[in-house]
């Protein structure tokens, strides 16, 4: 008798996350998955364009990281969840703070205030010093960029061809931006 009365008491506690389980199954159509922030900022963080909410609906389908990644690479979308999602968890649609946020890091403790300014990321005319050419107002052919590349016979030849390939399509890419931008003024 003692061990039926323990194992009611001992499972009232579950019912009531079943019931919670149930509720959500039945409101979403399927059983939903375990899913952690840290899975959510995973995926947040490979594809930024991606919603949360859209994020955290297909990992509740799939509990997979990789799962929800590849629908992704394949689809280039995710699908937006229904009205009942929103109703389920509420704290993942209002906002896109609270446990999933987006940040480099795993920690979901993060607030949006306490983060330093993220330092300007260097232009391409910066990262591959182009300063100098660009000064000099050096103009690139359209004709001359992009083309077949020449096999070099050593490798440093062949890394000189292409640093040197991808600065005439960054000052052809940026010649081209300042043809524009003198068209719309």
């Known amino acids: 008798m003692g061990l039926l009365a323990a194992m009611h008491f ?24 375990r899913v952690t922030p840290e899975m959510i900022n995973t995926v947040s963080n490979m594809f930024p364009d991606i919603p949360i909410p859209n994020v955290h609906y297909d990992l509740l389908r799939t509990g997979n990281v990789e799962l929800t990644t590849n629908k992704i690479l394949e689809r280039g979308f995710l699908e937006s969840p229904p009205a009942a999602f929103h109703t389920l968890y509420p704290l993942a649609s209002a906002t896109n703070q609270g446990p ?30 182009l300063e100098e050419r660009v000064q000099r107002g050096e103009q690139v052919a359209e004709e001359s960029v992009g083309g077949k590349a020449q096999w070099e016979d050593s490798p440093e030849k062949r890394e000189a061809s292409l640093k040197e390939r991808k600065a ?3 000052l052809a890419a940026r010649q081209y931006v300042h043809g524009l931008v003198a068209v719309f003024r």
């Open 100 to 129: 999933f946020i987006r940040t480099p890091s795993t920690s979901t403790n993060a607030s949006p205030t306490s983060k330093a300014p993220a330092p300007k990321a260097p232009s391409l005319v910066e990262r591959y010093g």
């Open 10 to 33: 001992g499972s009232t506690g579950n019912d009531a996350a079943s019931d919670e389980q149930r509720r959500a199954a039945t409101m979403l159509g399927f059983r939903p998955k």
């Open 168 to 170: 005439q399509m960054i």
